[in-house]
């Protein structure tokens, strides 16, 4: 089954300690991205990135770190989780060939972060 | 620079009766337009998408959004609302033509169907 897999899907943690959230995707998409979802704000971009070793600040990067170093993998990481990180995250991948902004993007479940 | 706006952050409607979320856009002359659709505690699933072809498109599920460039509105309805529907709803804009990463959201409505 075509997806994108995040992991842990539910996680509670104290601030400064550090975390990894993992993504991955089995459809070959060169283009993935991390979203972070809060009540009233909709889907904010944190990082995306266009293929393998290429990654970008989406608009709120701000504590956070990603990696691409291979094609499937894309994981989010807080080096050290303040509360205001807490929230609902997402992970979605598309492919960039041809009119790419046309292509759909497949959506994580989701992972709920809660830094005490 | 692209943008929407979803005028609406809650709507509520009765069980069988029709259902409109609206959404405003702004964007390049190419733009794609996208209605995804979140139900509590999952992930965002594609309701439908437009792209350049026919300006009334159909989604899963019974909904449908046409494509009014003359008034960049991109509005999302269903003739009946089940309670199955109610969920969270994100109109999105990208540039069509663009490789790149132009996606930008609109802040959601949240469907409330009453039985």
């Known amino acids: 089954e075509a997806q994108v897999t995040q992991n842990p899907r539910y996680l509670i943690t104290v601030t400064g300690k550090k975390l990894t959230v993992t993504c991955s995707q089995n459809?070959?998409?060169?283009?993935m991205s991390w979203y972070r979802q809060d009540p009233g704000l909709g889907l904010r971009q944190i990082y995306y990135?266009?293929?393998?070793?290429?990654?970008d600040k989406g608009d709120v990067p701000e504590g956070y770190k990603v990696s691409r170093k291979e094609k499937r993998n894309f994981p989010l990481i807080l080096e050290s989780p303040s509360p205001n990180q807490t929230s609902l995250y997402f992970c979605?991948?598309?492919?960039?060939?041809?009119?790419?902004?046309?292509?759909?993007?497949?959506f994580g479940a989701g992972s709920r972060l809660t830094v005490l | 620079a692209q943008s929407v706006t979803q005028l609406d952050s809650h709507v509520s409607v009765s069980e069988g009766t029709p259902v409109l979320l609206r959404c405003n856009y702004s964007?390049?002359?190419?733009?794609?337009l996208f209605w995804y659709v979140q139900h509590p505690n999952k992930g965002l699933q594609l309701l439908l998408k437009?792209?350049?072809?026919?300006?009334l498109v159909k989604g899963i599920n019974g909904f449908e959004a046409e494509f009014k460039k003359s008034e960049t509105s991109f509005h999302l309805t269903k003739p009946s609302a089940h309670m199955s529907d109610a969920a969270e709803y994100f109109c999105?804009?990208?540039?069509?033509?663009?490789?790149?990463?132009?996606?930008?959201f609109g802040a959601g409505t949240i469907l409330r169907v009453k039985s």
């Open positions: 964007s390049s002359y190419s733009p794609s």
């Open positions: 990135s266009m293929n393998v070793e290429v990654t």
């Open positions: 979605a991948s598309r492919k960039n060939t041809g009119a790419s902004g046309a292509n759909v993007l497949t």
């Open positions: 999105v804009v990208s540039d069509r033509m663009e490789y790149g990463n132009k996606l930008v």
């Open positions: 437009y792209t350049s072809a026919a300006t």
């Open positions: 459809m070959n998409h060169e283009y």
